[in-house]
């Protein structure tokens, strides 16, 4: 197993496949592990490289995740390429992994190349967003296959894991903080923004915040699902992976 120093602590990443490096970055709750089965359907084409944020998967434990995670976690993403010493690297964020990803290119864009966003909010949580996590997390915790996906994930401390990133992410929309690091308007990297209509985690009006998103961005474009839930990634897994390619290497 690799691991790269990160302020102090062990984060944990691998590579696999042989091509342009591709860095795929998990959702919340998740690790690099749910990208184990579609691997298959990337490693041929690109060097998938995967990273586990601190706190998760098989990453070093924190005492509590920052409220501006998913601006901290891309610090950890820019530390990983520079620890790699790769140049103009691809990123695939699915889920809370999308706001890593944007936040990425748009704080270090001479390292990223193109950037996929899928299955995430956009520039703002919807005012229930709080009471809808909260209450999705607690039917999860009871749920049998929600809590074999987080041990999968996670390991036997994940219900700890689960906790410190529903107050991190409670906390973020109480205080209405910023999702990301510079405004939307300055990403020079060409990014995909990839959905699912039946995806039923992210917020109603999602193909409408995706238009006005690609409206802001200079080189931009939508690819929406007609099915499929959470994540479009996952739940259309050979489809996404044939866009993303074409994507990628267009």
């Keep these: 197993?690799?691991?790269?120093?990160?302020?102090?602590?062990?984060?944990?990443?691998?590579?696999?496949?042989?091509?342009?490096?591709?860095?795929?970055?998990?959702?919340?709750?998740?690790?690099?592990?749910?990208?184990?089965?579609?691997?298959?359907?990337?490693?041929?084409?690109?060097?998938?490289?995967?990273?586990?944020?601190?706190?998760?998967?098989?990453?070093?434990?924190?005492?509590?995740?920052?409220?501006?995670?998913?601006?901290?976690?891309?610090?950890?993403?820019?530390?990983?390429?520079?620890?790699?010493?790769?140049?103009?690297?691809?990123?695939?964020?699915?889920?809370?992994?999308?706001?890593?990803?944007?936040?990425?290119?748009?704080?270090?864009?001479?390292?990223?190349?193109?950037?996929?966003?899928?299955?995430?909010?956009?520039?703002?949580?919807?005012?229930?967003?709080?009471?809808?996590?909260?209450?999705?997390?607690n039917f999860s915790k009871n749920d049998e296959f929600a809590k074999q996906f987080y041990e999968w994930c996670q390991g036997d401390d994940w219900e700890k894991v689960v906790d410190l990133n529903t107050k991190a992410l409670t906390e973020c929309a109480r205080k209405k903080l910023p999702l990301f690091v510079k405004p939307l308007e300055t990403l020079s990297v060409p990014i995909l923004f990839l959905g699912s209509h039946e995806d039923t985690m992210c917020r109603k009006d999602l193909p409408k915040e995706y238009e006005e998103m690609n409206q802001l961005v200079s080189n931009g474009s939508i690819h929406f699902f007609k099915k499929g839930g959470h994540p479009a990634i996952v739940s259309n897994a050979e489809l996404s992976a044939k866009i993303i390619t074409e994507f990628i290497y267009s």
């Design 1 to 137: 197993m690799s691991y790269f120093i990160y302020q102090s602590k062990k984060v944990f990443y691998s590579e696999t496949g042989n091509g342009t490096p591709v860095i795929m970055l998990h959702g919340d709750t998740a690790s690099s592990t749910m990208f184990k089965m579609l691997l298959p359907l990337y490693q041929e084409n690109f060097k998938v490289i995967l990273i586990d944020f601190l706190g998760n998967g098989k990453s070093d434990r924190v005492d509590e995740f920052p409220a501006d995670l998913w601006i901290t976690q891309a610090q950890q993403v820019i530390a990983l390429i520079e620890h790699l010493n790769y140049r103009k690297v691809n990123l695939i964020g699915t889920s809370g992994g999308a706001w890593v990803a944007v936040n990425t290119a748009l704080e270090r864009p001479d390292l990223i190349n193109k950037v996929v966003a899928d299955s995430f909010d956009g520039r703002t949580l919807a005012n229930d967003f709080s009471k809808n996590l909260v209450s999705e997390r």
